[in-house]
């Protein structure tokens, strides 16, 4: 990024109003715009949108071989069906197509405003409305994650071109959950040392060259079974791949494929150590997918439990570690040359809104809430006591684990409208849950939670914190 520019304009006076703001140009943002008009009517809406385009985390994972791991016609809203995807899993550019095939459609372009980040959101109980501090950011500044922020911040002194606040009556948060992500693993020294590049698979730097490079590829999540292949390609040409590998995951074909002879020519007797998974199927997202077990036998691949211990100038250390296989223990610890790290370690999927501080009715945060009541807890995933006219998409615990996130977002967004339209309409000034209703869903979602599969202890997952708490999946 070349050197932005310094804030030329503060304003602290609320100067614009929207009756209905959203957070967000996602799939749960432009649903929620899509909805709005369908069912009540109303178009008096306003996005906006962090990132510099349009599609959430399909704007923002654009990997070699990005992908939807589940049928298409899953991932269509049921308002907007696509009878026109070119394949049964489309990839990450013909779903940002149909996005913003959609936003057009609606005609929501000129109600979407990007490169624009609302860090705060307090609640007026004397105009009883929402006031928003918001900031226009410098092109392409609002694609980087918190931490690269925060080094542009340090480097340049600011990355906005305008801080701005203004007010509406209902808001909207859809601020997504694979978008953020994960950090870098803090107990790893030597980041700063290394000479190469590192990436996150959320970052995707296509400017890197990789080819006749040697790339260590962290994880062996759904993210990574889709790079790991296409690393192999002529047009990318990686000389190896290193995968580390926590646990092994569990792969369902996405065609089926031939049996007999055929099935077992694509096995290497070597990875029988390491895959298929061990643990209960399904209590980490399962991987659909064709290309990644082949690609494990390219003489180029190689697939270690071995954990990573420490990165150096040219290369990275790894080390037996508690998820190590018995095979690779007696083995000590190894040097592994290393061109480029990509990190497909997941997303910061616990840290709900990211920067945004939403501040409620008793000027406590909703973090302050959640902290105070054991963890993140919503009435059905969408809304919280002391927090009036806020509904929240993606919320905890709303997360359907292996099938569309679309089927259960409709569902928040249609709980959401029959919630707010009295309100839109003018018949009543606010809409709150109660307390008492939050604290005995929350209690049964729990509940309901301990008897499934993605609270089994065998696994690790990002459904579950380290403490093994499920904020994430609905039961």
């Not at 016609?73 to 308002?79: A, D, K, N």
């Amino acid at each position: 990024m070349s050197h932005p520019p310094k804030v030329v304009q503060k304003t602290k006076d609320v100067q614009v109003f929207h009756p209905v703001v959203i957070i967000g140009a996602g799939c749960g943002g432009i649903g929620m715009a899509c909805e709005l008009k369908n069912k009540l009517g109303f178009e008096d809406v306003h996005i906006f949108e962090r990132r510099s385009g349009v599609g959430g985390t399909w704007w923002s994972n654009r990997y070699p071989g990005v992908a939807c791991d589940i049928p298409a016609v899953f991932y269509s809203f049921s308002f907007r069906q696509n009878p026109n995807w070119t394949t049964f899993y489309p990839s990450g550019p013909e779903i940002r197509a149909y996005l913003n095939s959609v936003v057009d459609e609606y005609d929501l372009r000129p109600k979407i405003s990007l490169n624009t980040e609302v860090r705060a959101c307090e609640w007026d109980a004397h105009n009883q409305l929402w006031t928003l501090s918001a900031r226009r950011l410098v092109l392409g500044a609002g694609d980087l994650s918190i931490s690269e922020r925060e080094a542009g911040l340090k480097e340049y002194g600011a990355l906005c071109l305008e801080e701005f606040t203004l007010s509406c009556k209902i808001l909207v948060s859809a601020v997504g959950g694979l978008v953020e992500p994960a950090p870098w693993p803090s107990n790893v020294p030597g980041r700063d040392e290394f000479r190469g590049s590192i990436m996150h698979s959320a970052q995707w730097n296509s400017d890197i060259d990789l080819r006749d490079k040697d790339v260590v590829v962290v994880g062996t999540g759904c993210s990574a079974a889709q790079i790991v292949p296409k690393l192999l390609e002529r047009d990318i040409g990686a000389r190896s791949v290193t995968q580390l590998m926590r646990e092994p995951p569990w792969v369902v074909p996405r065609i089926a494929p031939p049996v007999g002879d055929k099935l077992w020519e694509m096995w290497s007797t070597s990875l029988c150590h390491n895959v298929p998974g061990f643990m209960s199927v399904g209590c980490k997202r399962r991987i659909y997918d064709k290309a990644w077990f082949p690609s494990l036998s390219d003489p180029r691949v190689s697939l270690t439990t071995l954990a990573l211990t420490e990165v150096k100038e040219n290369s990275i250390t790894l080390s037996p570690g508690p998820k190590t296989h018995a095979s690779e223990r007696e083995a000590g610890a190894v040097d592994v040359p290393a061109d480029v790290i990509v990190l497909a370690n997941g997303f910061a999927v616990h840290n709900w809104f990211h920067p945004l501080t939403v501040i409620g009715r008793d000027k406590t945060t909703l973090q302050e809430v959640f902290d105070a009541r054991g963890g993140p807890q919503l009435y059905r995933g969408t809304a919280l006591d002391g927090f009036p006219n806020l509904f929240i998409l993606f919320g905890p615990n709303s997360f359907t684990g292996h099938s569309s996130v679309l089927l259960g977002l409709e569902n928040q967004i249609n709980h959401a409208i029959k919630l707010m339209r009295p309100v839109l309409r003018g018949d009543a000034r606010t809409i709150e849950v109660k307390r008492n209703a939050t604290l005995a869903y929350t209690n049964q979602i729990q509940k309901d939670l301990k008897s499934m599969v993605w609270n089994s202890s065998h696994c690790s997952s990002w459904y579950k914190t380290m403490d093994g708490n499920n904020f994430v999946s609905y039961p």
